[in-house]
């Protein structure tokens, strides 16, 4: 029976997907998804999704951020993260991104405000926090992960050389590659081009999420922090990194 998991990064409103089964690895599918609920429930129904986006939203926030987010920055170190600071629930849920920016300061500590490539991404924030509340059999499927704390850690713990962007793009993509290889993705996987509409770094993410996937079925992966908690919803607050495999 096929074992089938998921990675998922956020794409232009959508879902960058790549689906791979564990006791097939040959079978692999990528595509763009308009929902998470496309995933889940479709026809390979994964046991597992590892999925880029804040699962876990604290009714306040304090020492600029939330558990998970604190925790993967200290395991990336010094120098400039992706991690975000996710502002507390009330702000996520706000109308506007003036009420968010007031909302988050009244309900942080020290106060911050959110900022907008924050709140660009607080609608998909919502939508994956009203799927896990509505459906709670999902919690055990659908996993916090980070593309950086990721490739960090199947880089040795060490940050990589070049961005997925800028002028050394194409440099970064195939140390990505590189790393996905090495971490047992299926070459034709990791060099398929991406579903129509997908960024050739949303791709990478994607099976970045994959690994991590992999790595919480075989119950090996890292929770950043290793204490967690959870929310006033019982949603857990954790990023989920892969394991160790130098």
């Known amino acids: 029976m096929p074992r089938w998991i ?8 959508a879902w960058a997907g790549v689906l791979l089964d564990l006791d097939a ?15 889940v429930d479709g026809p390979e129904a994964p046991a ?19 558990p998970a987010d604190r925790a993967a920055r200290l395991f990336l170190g010094s120098g400039r993260s992706s991690v975000f600071p996710v502002p507390p629930r009330v702000a996520v849920y706000a109308a506007d991104y003036e009420e968010a920016k007031a909302l988050s300061r009244a309900y942080s500590d020290p106060p911050f405000a959110p900022s907008i490539q924050c709140w660009n991404i607080l609608r998909s924030v919502r939508s994956v926090d009203t799927l896990l509340r509505a459906r709670p059999g999902l919690r055990a499927r659908v996993h916090e992960v980070h593309p950086e704390v990721a490739f960090f850690r199947l880089n040795g713990d060490r940050r990589l050389q070049a961005g997925k962007k800028g ?12 790393l996905l290889i090495g971490a047992g993705l299926p070459e034709a996987l990791v060099h398929s081009p991406p579903p129509r509409g997908v960024g050739r770094d949303d ?15 075989a119950g090996r992966a890292v929770p950043l922090p290793a204490a967690i908690e959870h929310d006033a919803y019982g949603l857990p607050i ?3 990194a892969p394991a160790d495999h130098s």
């Open 48 to 66: 597992v999704v590892g999925i880029d986006v804040p699962i876990g939203l604290p009714d306040r926030v304090v020492d600029k951020g939330r």
């Open 25 to 39: 690895p040959e079978r692999h599918r990528s595509a763009l998804f308009a929902t998470v609920e496309d995933v």
């Open 238 to 240: 954790v990023i989920w």
């Open 6 to 13: 998921a990675g998922l990064d956020g794409c232009r409103g």
């Open 167 to 178: 002028p050394r793009r194409q440099e970064g993509l195939a140390e990505r590659r590189d």
């Open 203 to 217: 791709h990478l993410d994607a099976m970045a999420a994959l690994v991590v996937a992999r790595d919480i079925t």
